[in-house]
């Protein structure tokens, strides 16, 4: 039985030698990549937002936590499906104006890639006008939003109200997720869909391009 809480442990204190090497163990034991990612080093990670929230540990601290997970991540992802060559749809992804919150989206990201959709990674702070200028430009059929504040989550709203404005909203999909982020606020702003983890994000892209004329492109 491998080790989950030894790997969150790890993330915790933001050791990346540590993580490399129970990483590395859980590979060699054959554990489920997605498995390692959501016990062990997401595991790692929520219970470091528990005590960012009550100033338990600071900025640097999470940020090292943060670092060490990413490098966890990147040695399970070659293992996450090789991914199809043939392009199932282009997602635009970002994370909305005014928030800097990153490794969810990134996650994210990496799925949609890993399970062969062609990803635009537009990274944090996007506004509306990028998102749509992206989706123009690389004839894309998906907006993917995350957003980690109560804050920016308005940002979502006013990304669907410009698609509108630019005359694009029936011919993309927008999809929504992030820790704040609800099927009721979902429907409240008129997105087509949420997810609530990478892995639902992956099933609801698929399925909203099914039947329609949209993918491939
Ligand atoms: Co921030 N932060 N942070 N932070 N931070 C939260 C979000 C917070 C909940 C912490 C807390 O108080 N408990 C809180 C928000 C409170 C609120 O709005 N209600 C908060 C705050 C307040 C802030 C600052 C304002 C703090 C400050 O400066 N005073 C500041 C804001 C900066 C800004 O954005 N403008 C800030 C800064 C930071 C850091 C820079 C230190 C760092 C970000 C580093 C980075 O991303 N590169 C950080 C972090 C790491 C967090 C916590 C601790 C962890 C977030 C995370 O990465 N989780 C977070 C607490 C928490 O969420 N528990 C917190 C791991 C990640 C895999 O999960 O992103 O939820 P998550 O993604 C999941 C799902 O949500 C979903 O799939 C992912 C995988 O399962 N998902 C999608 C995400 N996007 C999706 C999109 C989809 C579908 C699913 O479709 C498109």
Do not use: W
């Not at 927008?174 to 702003?189: K, M, R, T, W």
């Amino acid at each position: 039985m491998f080790d989950f809480k030894g790997l969150s442990n790890a993330v915790i204190e933001g050791d990346s030698d540590q993580v490399q090497a129970l990483v590395k163990e859980a590979i060699d034991a054959k554990v489920d990549p997605l498995t390692i990612i959501n016990e062990g080093l997401i595991g790692g990670m929520n219970i470091v937002g528990q005590r960012f929230k009550v100033n338990d540990m600071f900025v640097p601290e999470v940020l090292m936590s943060a670092r060490s997970m990413n490098e966890g991540i990147e040695l399970v992802k070659p293992l996450l499906a090789a991914g199809e060559m043939t392009n199932k749809g282009t997602v635009v992804i970002g994370t909305v104006k005014g928030d800097l919150h990153d490794i969810g989206k990134s996650l994210v990201g990496m799925m949609l890639e890993c399970s062969g959709f062609q990803v635009i990674d537009l990274g944090v702070d996007v506004s509306p006008e990028e998102f749509i200028a992206a989706i123009k430009e690389n004839d894309g059929k998906v907006i993917a939003l995350s957003a980690l504040l109560t804050t920016t989550m308005l940002s979502m709203k006013s990304t669907i109200e410009e698609c509108v404005a630019q005359g694009i909203r029936n011919d993309v999909k927008v999809i929504i997720g992030g820790a704040p982020i609800s099927q009721e606020f979902s429907d409240q702003i008129g997105a087509d869909g949420y997810a609530g983890d990478a892995a639902a994000a992956v099933e609801l892209v698929a399925k909203l391009l099914e039947n329609t004329d949209m993918v491939a492109r």
